[in-house]
């Protein structure tokens, strides 16, 4: 239909050539109007398209909104139970094979010790917990099995130089870089017979130890997702207690790792409506799909139609007027709030699946599930921002991010090449010094925290002034940054919002510029003006409104379409 050669209006002196369908429809779909507004005009001009289109995308949108929201909610609450299980059974392993653990970890570890009886003890405290563990474990766990039945065993490994000679005396030593592996598999059934079987296992040379390893697997159940009407998981627990001697500093430092595996339990059996819930959770999840599937199809398919009917205008433009369209005025056909529908659609889509899996016991990516439904749901709350931006009270901060994107991009370009700068130097210099340093990442937070005026002082005083030279750099350093960054870069950073919102101000009170496809629109007569009309101060100065003239305007228009 859209090749066929249709009548065409006069829509004023310069647009005598255009189509009678080309105009209809731009001023169906994107004149800037209200949405009632937008929706009679369809009625008049296209026998209810937009009625229907309107519908369309508002039933299934709100639907959409309503069942991710649901789907997270009911997500969040398992998940929630999944990670304290795991944190609780951490902390509980640590107070039964840990000697001495006090229930916090110091800095990255969780016990030192600081003599050579003390790492025997914390050695032989931890294989006599082990082989007692039926008798002292509270919670459902238990040790490994294999295959076969059989326990797994424990396994110690120590991790030496080949060979290693020190007089710290005569300030002498003879090390072989190399290092060799020695390992012992014990038996829990065997318990008894450890020490006396092994004893020259047990003579450390503290010379040459760089490190030793215990490792071990236990098994568990959660059974407090039963509460949840959830069947429970099997959990596959491997253990690895390193006693740390790398440093050879006279420090030993203990860490419990553990890594937590769920499975689907092999024989269960559990009475009430565990099973149905989780039956009805498959359904629910898979009519969410379904829902989001028709969002995101509905909202492609105008995204679609957006795109030929700018190519069709571009074509129009060309032809008759040797002209292009202008990026501002393209962008009024690209609508960005559905791109932002697709992609939460498809978000929810995906975390919906990976959480059928989960529920099905087939899958146990709880954290890449929970970052696809949590995303998922951030973006439909911003996309509530759209509907807002219909009453002009509530569409300046929507005006005013848009207008201020492009420059406070730029400037945040410029001020991160000098905040990586002071995050290196600060990493280099005061790493050794200040625990807030010891990383890249923690440089970066900690500066970020000092941008914002928190922590100030207590990062100033737990700088060890030890080393003058240092310490009298730090001061320097910190003062710099925090003058620098919070007088100046901060300051500036929002000068440009403010002046950004001023001008929206403006122009709500004085009207909107109008861009070529609104005058197109609104049948001007100057659509192929001089270009000195297109190069106003006005436009200069905000670029973000493109091909832009200053028309006094009503402040009743719509400014989202």
Not at 140 to 147: L, S, V
Not at 175 to 199: F, G, M, R, Y
Not at 290 to 295: D, G
Not at 512 to 521: I, N, V
Request: glycine share 6%.
């Amino acid at each position: 239909m859209c090749s066929q050669r249709l009548p065409v209006v006069a829509t004023g002196d310069g647009l005598a050539q255009a189509p009678k369908w080309l105009v209809d429809w731009l001023a169906v779909s994107y004149r800037p109007r209200a949405p009632v507004e937008t929706a009679a005009g369809g009625c008049r001009h296209g026998n209810g398209h937009a009625w229907r289109l309107t519908g369309q995308h508002g039933t299934i949108g709100s639907l959409s909104r309503q069942e991710q929201f649901s789907e997270l909610v009911l997500f969040g609450l398992n998940n929630q139970l999944v990670v304290s299980y795991k944190e609780e059974n951490a902390m509980a392993l640590k107070n039964l094979f840990l000697k001495d653990y006090g229930g916090v970890d110091e800095d990255d570890y969780s016990v030192a010790v600081y003599s050579q009886q003390g790492v025997y003890d914390s050695l032989f405290y931890l294989l006599e917990q082990y082989s007692q563990l039926g008798r002292l474990a509270v919670g459902p766990i238990t040790y490994a099995e294999d295959e076969d039945g059989g326990l797994l065993p424990l396994v110690i490994c120590k991790n030496l130089y080949r060979r290693g000679s020190v007089a710290p005396s005569d300030e002498a030593y003879d090390i072989d870089a190399q290092l060799e592996t020695v390992c012992l598999s014990l038996d829990p059934k065997t318990a008894h017979q450890w020490k006396t079987n092994n004893a020259s296992f047990y003579d450390l040379d503290f010379y040459r130890l760089v490190d030793m390893k215990i490792t071990f697997n236990l098994k568990g159940i959660n059974l407090q997702t039963v509460r949840s009407r959830e069947l429970p998981d099997c959990y596959s627990f491997s253990v690895m207690i390193t006693f740390d001697n790398q440093c050879h500093s006279g420090k030993v430092k203990l860490f419990l790792d553990i890594d937590a595996q769920s499975s689907a339990c092999r024989g269960w059996k559990i009475s009430g409506t565990a099973q149905k819930s989780t039956h009805y959770l498959l359904v629910f999840d898979g009519f969410v799909i379904v829902v989001c599937l028709t969002s995101a199809v509905l909202c492609t398919r105008s995204i679609v139609l957006a795109v030929r009917l700018l190519q069709r205008f571009s074509r129009f433009l060309h032809e008759n007027y040797n002209r292009k369209v202008c990026e501002g005025d393209q962008g009024e056909f690209l609508n960005g709030w559905y791109v932002l529908v697709i992609v939460s659609d498809l978000l929810t889509i995906i975390g919906s699946i990976l959480k059928m899996e989960i529920q099905a016991k087939s899958l146990t990516s709880y954290d890449v599930c929970s970052i696809f439904l949590g995303t998922a749901t951030l973006l439909v709350w911003v996309g509530v921002i759209r509907y807002l931006g219909y009453f002009q009270k509530y569409n300046v901060l929507i005006l005013t991010m848009k207008a201020a994107f492009p420059k406070v991009l730029r400037f945040c370009c410029c001020a991160g090449m000098i905040y990586l700068g002071y995050t290196f130097c600060g990493w280099i210099v005061l790493g050794p010094y200040h625990e807030k340093f010891e990383g890249l990442s923690l440089v970066a937070e900690c500066l970020f925290s000092l941008l914002n005026g928190d922590d100030m002082f207590t990062t100033f005083a737990q700088l060890k002034d030890k080393n003058t030279l240092v310490w009298l750099f730090s001061r320097a350093y910190l003062y710099s940054f925090i003058s620098l960054f919070i007088y100046m870069v901060l300051s500036l950073f929002i000068a440009l919002i403010t002046d950004a919102y001023e001008t929206i101000k403006n122009y709500q009170r004085d009207g909107f510029p109008l861009t070529d496809l609104q005058k197109f629109l609104r049948d001007q007569n100057d659509f192929v003006s001089s270009e000195e009309s297109r190069q106003t101060d006005l436009y200069t100065r905000y670029s973000v409104f493109c091909c832009c003239e200053k028309v006094s305007e009503s402040d009743d228009i719509a400014l989202i379409g």
